[in-house]
DNA sequence: CGCGAAGCGATTGTCAACAATATGAGCACC
DNA sequence: GGTGCTCATATTGTTGACAATCGCTTCGCG
């Protein structure tokens, strides 16, 4: 059987890997067939991605992906560096001896990859160092907010990716992140939460 | 005509407003002969209330008002607290001399307000202020994320109001916030609002 | 008397057809 | 050649009817 759920978890992950362009128009009849689906369910799979910011509607013309300027991107990174920092803070509350390791694992492997020059493996990690951390922190108010920002952000992200000597700077400061967290310092790991994601606002308005 | 959104707007407005019980159920055709629409419209306006976190669905077994746990309120409490300290620094920066004047005049309307004990004033006040420094902070993301925090949190608020000898505490944390605003202080004012919300945070804390 | 199966009413989930609307092409007229 | 109008077409919005499911009651059987 074809669930709406499933339909609207198949679309925003297309969406996310970016087979659809900006302002793209979604027409039902297509993501029906595109996803074997009947139009009832792609119909509610739309209305949730719209409340998740991935898609905008307008009044008889339809679904199309939604368009995030490059001010908005600013907007919501300065969403995610207050919430990330909390994020981080409360990383550092909860600690276990097993999370240390893994954080400083990825710590190490972070390094590996920026000295081989592996720039795709540094980026996995990246988000595997944020996601962990969120496990860490157990906040679910606070994951759910990050990950619907996140969603939003994915083109941003990449263009971010793509910034000659970025890896180099955001290496230190993940750094600083991991150490700040294992050394159970919730005020050090906020502020050192915030001062990458800082970095990350100042490089989005350099592309402007 | 009915549009679906004007009862998704009517059934936010009845659920913040406290018509119904947390746990309640929501009976589609009740909801229809209560506001006049088609079931079409009361089943689009109920996914969007779920979207919002007000409302919650089981399969096969309908929608109930969801039930905001005393742990999630504060959960809640401790991103508003960031997201906040985020909007009053901005208004900081971006306020003029207007805002300035608007701002001082709810402050010394607060303090009039508690010094004739008048709970229900003081109540509105609070509103106002935080809903003024978000239209001066003009963060849109920021906005939507503290509107529906906000919506979740009603019925712990009302506990909150409620607690004896609170609005004296609350009104000098208030007052902070609007002096450091005034003077143009992000930091003072991100201070400010964070040392409020985290008095808030300890207020609902103690009620557990 | 206890227990499980079957039936029932209430409620939600799904559908295919129909109505309403926007968009763009073609045409008359200036 | 340009401009505004009319109409065809593609697409979305809405409807009433029907199917599926749930929780509960009742009934049969040991």
Known sequence: ???DTQVRDELRAAILRGDFAP???????DLC?????????????LQDLVAEGLVERQQNR??????ISLDEAIEISEIRR?????VA???AERLTAADAKRLTGIGRRMREAVDGGEAAVYSDLNAELHSTLREIA????ANRIVAQLHGQMVRHQFALSRVPGRSAVSLAQHEAVIEAVVARDPDAAEAAMRAHITSVIEVLRSLG
């Open 62 to 67: 339809g679904a199309r992906i939604r368009e």
């Open 1 to 3: 059987m074809v669930d």
């Open 89 to 91: 803070a409360r990383a």
């Open 138 to 141: 157990r906040h679910e108010t």
């Open 23 to 29: 302002r793209q128009r979604l027409v039902e009849a």
């Open 82 to 86: 207050v919430v990330e920092g909390l």
């Open 33 to 45: 067939e595109q996803f074997g689906a009947r139009r009832f369910a792609v119909r509610a799979a």
